[in-house]
């Protein structure tokens, strides 16, 4: 089944203690990125990366780190968490293509205390 | 970046159609308009996508204005596991990205 796995799917965690979300995606896809959604605001690019070892900002990096070393994961790092990161995060994958579709994750909760 | 305009809300009855409507009056030439729906506590799920012509899927259709400035999203027989929060987005042909507004959020009353 094609899926986009993110791991864990809740977390409450405290200011400053890093941490990592973990995404993989079994699909062979490309093309891999993270948001994050706040009430109001909708879902906001983090970073996203079009191959291996290939990575860029998005809309709103600060704060955040990822790498791309395998093509299926998409790790999303925060050395260094703050209560302003608390947020419901999506992992997304598709090809590299604009008229292909993206797979989403299920979500990860953040709260960070 | 190119944006969206939707309704913040609308509303069905069960079995009726529904038109989702979206404008996106600096679209360019090669942005891909999407659509994608979230269902409560899940991620985005696709819905349909087209360039230039209407489309037609198993889930919906997707009716695109000549001059592509604005476009509907077509539900034909909504069902009460239709509501949900609809995003129209166009997709960037330079980066990719899935530019999200903040979307319809559609009721469905039996």
């Known amino acids: 089944e094609a899926q986009v796995t993110q791991n864990p799917r809740y977390l409450i965690t405290v200011t400053g203690k890093k941490l990592t979300v973990t995404c993989s995606q079994n699909?062979?896809?490309?093309?891999m990125s993270w948001y994050r959604q706040d009430p109001g605001l909708g879902l906001r690019q983090i970073y996203y990366?079009?191959?291996?070892?290939?990575?860029d900002k998005g809309d709103v990096p600060e704060g955040y780190k990822v790498s791309r070393k395998e093509k299926r994961n998409f790790p999303l790092i925060l050395e260094s968490p703050s209560p302003n990161q608390t947020s419901l995060y999506f992992c997304?994958?598709?090809?590299?293509?604009?008229?292909?579709?993206?797979?989403f994750g299920q979500g990860t909760r953040l709260t960070v205390v | 970046d190119a944006k969206t305009t939707q309704p913040n809300s609308m509303e069905s009855n069960e079995e009726e159609p529904v038109h989702l409507p979206c404008n996106h009056s600096?679209?360019?030439?090669?942005?891909?308009i999407h659509w994608y729906r979230q269902l409560p506590s899940q991620g985005p799920e696709y819905v349909i996508h087209?360039?230039?012509s209407n489309v037609n899927n198993r889930m919906a259709s997707l009716a695109i204005a000549e001059d592509r400035k604005s476009s509907t999203l077509i539900l034909h027989r909504a069902t009460l596991r239709d509501a949900a929060v609809y995003y129209c987005?166009?997709?960037?042909?330079?980066?990719?990205?899935?530019?999200f507004g903040t979307g319809t959020r559609l009721q469905v009353f039996p």
């Open positions: 997304a994958s598709s090809l590299n293509r604009v008229e292909t579709e993206a797979f």
């Open positions: 699909m062979n896809h490309e093309y």
């Open positions: 990366s079009m191959n291996v070892e290939v990575t």
């Open positions: 600096t679209i360019s030439g090669t942005d891909y």
């Open positions: 087209g360039l230039t």
């Open positions: 987005i166009l997709r960037d042909y330079d980066t990719d990205k899935l530019i």
